[in-house]
């Protein structure tokens, strides 16, 4: 059984057209992208913009690694630790002074008290 010459250049065509990349007409995400920096990453920015040049430059990078800034409500910075073995570290070098540290470097900006808590 053979099968003719055109029909087989046809399925040819066929496979070859199922196997070709379709340009997608996608929306830019330019402007997605803009809205999103305006309306989450500029307020926390400014928000936490010189409490965490601070931290970033008084803490350890050994810790700073296992630590994020939360929240910033009413003078407290609230700082998640990854873990109690971190978090106790931590703590611990804050009663040596560097809680005294990040509170003078950040007077500026309202910092009055550091909660710590276990958390990612």
């Known amino acids: 059984m053979s099968t003719p010459i055109k ?3 046809g399925d040819l065509r066929r496979t ?9 007409n996608l929306p830019m995400l330019g402007q997605e992208a803009l809205e999103l920096f ?7 920015h400014e928000k936490f ?3 965490s040049t601070a931290w970033n430059t008084l803490v350890p990078d050994m810790l700073a690694r296992h630590c994020s800034l939360a929240a910033f409500t009413r003078g407290t910075l609230t700082v998640n630790v990854d873990s109690s073995s971190h978090l106790y570290e931590l703590k611990q070098l804050m009663l040596a002074g560097l809680e005294t540290q990040l509170l003078v470097a ?3 900006q309202g910092l009055r008290k ?5 958390g990612g």
């Open 49 to 51: 913009g010189g409490l």
């Open 106 to 108: 950040c007077r500026g």
């Open 16 to 24: 070859w057209k199922s196997k070709q990349l379709r340009a997608l």
């Open 7 to 9: 029909q087989v250049s």
């Open 38 to 44: 305006e309306s989450h990453i500029r307020k926390k």
């Open 114 to 118: 550091i909660a710590l808590k276990r």
